[in-house]
């Protein structure tokens, strides 16, 4: 079992990461169905839900309902300068070699042509804890060990604690303004979206957080996305913490199945009977045809605009103008121009890069 690297935090603050745990596997869980065990999990429809009471030997118990869980029992009592003592949460996907039934993770970020979450949470009115969401990407498609990166999102916190790490800007994502914070450890990075005030439901698209993290970590779109888990971090208390309902779905095919260039219309049978026509003398001057306008060249004068040029997609110019958060991204800043289709950009569209 692997614990959450320490000391990145100034004055030697002891800083939060979700921590790994290898997992005691339970059977499929029906609505009521209760777990105490320190590693003990069981399945709620397809994800599997888990105590991973990994950092202290206080007895704590979640209880599953149709489509989420509820801490039940927990007396936790640990200092908040250093780590959490457990991660109770239910994810989709493989986390120690116990994957969600009939799950398609780990799956390559390059293959991903879609990743949406949603969870709805109850918060106790006292105790210390967060709750977060865990995202696990790794270079390779492993559905055991520990991860190279982790990435949070931090939906609300109680008490003096903070995100592993040490604070590295802001960051607005899928519509909201974060607080970021980012540390190594001896086997992963961490990078933490902090919530600037409570939340307690969201539905939102993954990727805009996987391709957000490509600026404060080496993830590239040939790394693996393995699981989606969220829950709670608990230092004291923890009883009533409860994820009300969690819905996460990946589906593959890739975006560039969405961006790829339009194919130019094949040209029209010529029969082979066909006989040459003489085209007839024109009794009056022709007027010349007005030939179309140049289009305009790529305006980049100030960095932050490109206009469309003939056979330009949003991919391609998400990856000639270096956009964080690439052709998704580019097209969200460009809704309002492009319209309901990404797949259908016009020359001459003055796009917005940054």
């Avoid at 320490?6 to 790994?20: E, K, N, P, Q």
């Avoid at 932050?304 to 040029?309: A, F, L, P, R, S």
């Avoid at 110019?317 to 492009?338: F, K, P």
Wanted: charged fraction near 15%.
């Amino acid at each position: 079992m692997s614990r959450p690297f320490r000391g990145l935090g100034a004055a030697g603050l002891l800083l939060a990461s979700t921590a790994v745990a290898v997992v005691a596997t339970a059977g499929p869980a029906s609505a009521d169905t209760q777990v105490c065990d320190k590693y003990g999990t069981t399945t709620v429809d397809r994800y599997v839900a888990m105590n991973n009471v990994w950092g202290a030997d206080t007895p704590q118990c979640f209880t599953t309902t149709n489509s989420g869980f509820t801490i039940t029992k927990a007396d936790n009592k640990k200092a908040t300068n250093g780590a959490p003592l457990s991660y109770t949460a239910i994810y989709l996907g493989c986390h120690y070699g116990n994957c969600s039934p009939g799950t398609n993770l780990p799956m390559q970020v390059s293959q991903i042509s879609s990743a949406t979450s949603s969870a709805s949470f109850s918060y106790p009115t006292s105790g210390v804890y967060n709750a977060a969401y865990d995202i696990w990407l790794d270079p390779s498609s492993r559905k055991d060990g520990e991860n190279k990166l982790e990435l949070m999102i931090w939906f609300n916190r109680q008490g003096p604690i903070s995100p592993a790490g040490t604070p590295a800007g802001t960051a607005t994502v899928a519509g909201r303004s974060w607080e970021v914070w980012a540390g190594d450890g001896p086997n992963r990075r961490v990078v933490t979206y902090a919530a600037r005030s409570p939340m307690t439901s969201w539905n939102f698209n993954v990727m805009d957080f996987i391709n957000d993290v490509k600026t404060h970590s080496n993830l590239t779109d040939s790394w693996y996305l393995t699981s989606i888990q969220t829950g709670f971090e608990p230092w004291v208390g923890g009883t009533g913490l409860a994820v009300n309902s969690f819905t996460a779905d990946v589906n593959g095919g890739g975006a560039a199945q969405r961006n790829r260039p339009e194919q130019p219309p094949a040209p029209a049978p010529t029969s082979a009977a066909a006989t040459p026509v003489t085209p007839a003398t024109p009794s009056a001057p022709v007027t010349p045809t007005r030939q179309p306008a140049p289009q305009p060249s790529p305006t980049r004068g100030d960095g932050h605009t490109y206009v469309v040029q003939p056979g330009d997609t949003l991919s391609g110019i998400a990856a000639r103008e270096h956009v964080t958060g690439g052709w998704r991204r580019l097209y969200w800043l460009n809704r309002h121009v492009v319209g309901a289709d990404p797949d259908l950009i016009v020359p001459g569209q003055r796009l917005t890069l940054r």
